[in-house]
């Protein structure tokens, strides 16, 4: 089980002998392709923010990646006139940390630092506090990828998938285009039903008859997982397409596999908040790929009550949420948790 590492330290001194209370949080919320730092003080009150590229170890090795956060969180402090003993916790969602090994050298990482109070974990954990009333549930994230994250009510934590089809990830974006078009190789060569995704495709590949569909495939490899043709799918699928239907059904069941499993292994009552998070998930044009989630979590956990929540505010703010819990601040109480929200959603972009 991923368990969560938090450090303990005694309240810094300044230099100067007085002692200081350290009053104020950071979240981050680090991408594939964009990171968000956001600085509040410890009633969840906006102080400033920074959006910067990936910090993510697997584009740029851990090294670089300590370097890169180190200075933008210097950066960000620096831009209000505080220093790092002005922070009393932080936490850190970060795509790529899918183990063990990933996560203990983050903690280090992030240890060094000198924060007195910090969380460090895949970037899936942020959607439970950012999308929950309490704080625990299952976050399922569905974009180019997909992993799914699960806190229960005692702090256990688990990650389940996140790193390919070896572990089951048949979903996300790339996974649903690339079934569209092969739907529609099936519908010509494979004795597959006819649908009306080939001409969209057809387009795309620059092809217009069925003969030249080997062609269009090698020719244009590199844009058949695209957006483009995630969103021929789903118009398709809210047609009543046949292909497109069964190309998010099982993209709805493998989704739920992991969802589900992630929730069996952990040690929830009877009701769980599921929170949906991810581009194919909030940018679906299609509710089949939902319709389909709700119905598979429904048979593979039939003995709990599950609530559906489509994750409307940016992931950082379950960062900032997430610092603000590991200061004992009641983050869940309405007017803090509103707070926080308008805020992140005011300056996230």
């Known amino acids: 089980m991923n368990i969560a590492i938090l450090y303990n330290k005694q309240i810094t001194y300044k230099p100067e002998g007085m002692i200081h209370l350290a009053k104020y949080v950071i979240g981050v919320d680090g991408g594939n392709t964009k990171t968000d730092y956001f600085l509040f003080d410890t009633e969840g009150n906006y102080v400033g923010s920074l959006k910067d590229g990936t910090c993510s170890h697997e584009a740029m090795g851990f090294e670089a990646a300590e370097t890169l956060i180190n200075a933008r969180i210097k950066q960000l402090l620096s831009k209000h006139d505080l220093s790092i003993n002005d922070i009393k916790a932080a936490a850190f969602g970060l795509a790529g940390i899918d183990n063990h090994h990933q996560q203990k050298t983050f903690t280090e990482i992030i240890g060094r630092m000198g ?194 929540n489509m994750l409307k505010e940016p992931p950082a703010t379950g960062a900032v949420l997430w610092a603000l819990s590991l200061c004992g601040s009641d983050c869940f109480k309405r007017e803090i948790r509103q707070r926080v929200v308008n805020a992140v959603n005011e300056h996230v972009n």
């Open 115 to 308: 924060i007195p109070r910090f969380a460090v974990d895949n970037d899936s954990f942020l959607g439970i506090f950012a999308g929950t009333t309490k704080g625990f549930g299952i976050c399922s994230i569905n974009g180019t990828g997909t992993v799914a994250g699960g806190i229960d009510p005692t702090g256990g934590r688990l990650q389940v998938g996140g790193i390919g089809y070896l572990v089951g990830d048949d979903a996300g974006g790339a996974y649903v285009a690339h079934s569209g078009v092969r739907a529609v190789y099936d519908s010509f060569f494979r004795c597959g039903e006819k649908t009306i995704m080939a001409e969209p495709i057809f387009k795309i590949m620059g092809i217009s008859d069925p003969s030249e569909l080997m062609y269009g495939i090698g020719n244009t490899e590199g844009q058949l997982g695209s957006t483009e043709v995630t969103r021929i799918v789903f118009a398709a699928a809210g047609m009543d397409d046949g292909p497109a239907l069964a190309v998010l059904n099982e993209s709805a069941r493998q989704l739920a596999k992991t969802s589900a499993g992630c929730a069996r292994n952990l040690k929830f009552g009877d009701e769980i908040e599921i929170v949906m998070a991810g581009s194919v998930w909030v940018k679906g044009e299609s509710p089949a790929l939902f319709n389909f989630y709700k119905e598979h979590m429904e048979t593979f956990l039939p003995d709990k009550k599950l609530i559906f």
